[in-house]
């Protein structure tokens, strides 16, 4: 899930209980049970099939910001930054999963951008403010993981800086609000341990079999090279992705009591950190 709320942030940039007392005895038979089915389901480790929730996620991240102004589009806040003629046209870009960039203008409120590397288109996203200016909504596909099922999803973001006079609508700073409608690719991954191996597996194209305190590993799928190592720290296991020798997140992931898996993803290109939850399925 981390590299998918990963593609999610880069399409932002880029292109992402309460208890009751039970007072009856069969009250207090279920409460036993569901705390039991819990403990149980926590002991079984991180080996199983999880599907993230959506609704959990949770942001602290640096506000994007975007330019479209006199022809040109820049994303400011981009790792790394760049610019391109927005006239529809694929012009030459160096990022991680993209070597060229088209920005087409819809509408005064509307831009569409795709993305290719290699010839091949790579991600698409439709960016649109609102009437009164004050959200952006995205729709991405992404494209990137070959012979596996597109990831697709939307954004919302809430605006934080105004746009400059006579530039595009969605020009301006930009804050993420909400991640909604991700396929059920996207959200499932698959942990197995075996000995000191842990294996990762998606149906959004994503592998790796990593030794567990052993070196970085390539992450099969992944078009922008990205390396991923294991190490654990109690019942806390720790995934560091690299690319071109230098780290690029920090994704912790640690079984509940509940009986869910807890993350929490730190970007170290820029300080950012998004958490969530998923649930054995």
């Not at 959990?56 to 994007?64: G, K, L, Y």
């Not at 330019?67 to 930054?81: I, R």
């Not at 230098?246 to 820029?270: A, H, M, Q, Y």
Request: charged letters at 20%; glycine letters at 10%; one cysteine or more.
């Amino acid at each position: 899930m981390h590299r998918t709320i990963r593609v999610a942030m880069a399409a932002a940039s880029l292109l992402a209980l309460a208890a009751c007392q039970q007072t009856t005895t069969a009250g207090n038979e279920a409460a036993v049970g569901e705390n039991a089915s819990a403990t149980a389901a926590a002991n079984q480790g991180i080996d199983g099939t999880w599907v993230a929730d959506i609704d959990s996620v949770q942001f602290d991240a640096r506000p994007d910001e975007y330019l479209l102004q006199a022809g040109q589009y820049s994303c400011k806040t981009c790792t790394p930054s760049y610019t391109v003629a927005a006239d529809g046209a694929f012009h030459p870009v160096s990022l991680p999963y993209a070597d060229s960039m088209a920005v087409k203008v819809v509408d005064d409120r509307t831009i569409l951008r795709t993305a290719k590397k290699g010839g091949r288109q790579t991600g698409e996203t439709k960016l649109s403010v609102s009437a009164d200016g004050k959200t952006l909504t995205g729709e991405f596909k992404d494209t990137s993981a070959e012979n596996a099922p597109p990831g697709t999803g939307t954004f919302t973001e809430t605006r934080v800086g105004p746009a400059p006079a006579g530039a595009h609508a969605v020009s301006g700073q930009w804050k993420i609000a909400k991640l909604a409608n991700f396929n059920p690719e996207s959200l499932t991954a698959t942990y197995k341990v075996e000995g000191d191996t842990l294996r990762y597996s998606s149906p959004s194209g994503y592998s790796f079999d990593a030794k567990i305190g052993g070196p970085e590993v390539p992450i099969k799928g992944d078009i922008g090279g990205t390396t991923a190592s294991i190490t654990k720290n109690g019942d806390s296991y720790v995934e560091t992705d690299k690319r071109d020798g230098k780290v690029i997140s920090v994704t912790t992931f640690t079984p509940g009591s509940d009986g869910k898996l807890n993350f929490v993803s730190e970007d170290k290109r820029d300080g950012s950190k998004t958490s969530w939850t998923s649930t054995r399925s």
